[in-house]
């Protein structure tokens, strides 16, 4: 049974950072697109950024230029690295996989996520 862990949330003041990690285990191979997604209360579940088995990111046009990810494949382990946070990031924040090829936006198509962690930027 896959399960992802993430850790790394926490609280911080606008233009600060924070690097959430998630690990993961049980998945069968490497044919995963790894994801990170955010929910802020009272708005739906989106996708902030994604890499592909072959290395190909994609970001949503909000987290441009401040947020990277990264993977490391030896530990299994998923990063996001927040830069130049501002409020409207605030979310609790998942990591997710999905089967295939190719990252794609709609959470809908990922299997399998993490609890999630609270990331939360004062203003």
């Known amino acids: 049974q896959a399960q992802l862990v993430e850790s790394g949330g926490g609280s911080v003041q606008a233009g600060g950072s924070l690097r959430l990690s998630c690990v993961a285990s049980g998945l069968t191979d490497n044919s995963y697109c790894m994801g990170w997604f955010r929910q802020a209360p009272g708005k739906e579940r989106e996708f902030v950024s994604g890499?592909?088995?072959?290395?190909?990111?994609i970001y949503v046009d909000s987290v441009k230029g401040r947020f990277t990810i990264s993977q490391d494949k030896a530990k299994n382990t998923l990063y996001l690295q927040m830069n130049s946070l501002k409020p409207e990031d605030t979310a609790v924040y998942y990591c997710?996989?999905?089967?295939?090829?190719?990252?794609?936006?709609?959470?809908?198509?990922?299997?399998?996520w993490g609890q999630g962690t609270q990331v939360t930027v004062s203003s």
């Open positions: 997710a996989a999905r089967s295939g090829d190719w990252c794609v936006l709609g959470s809908q198509y990922y299997k399998y």
């Open positions: 890499i592909s088995r072959y290395g190909g990111i």
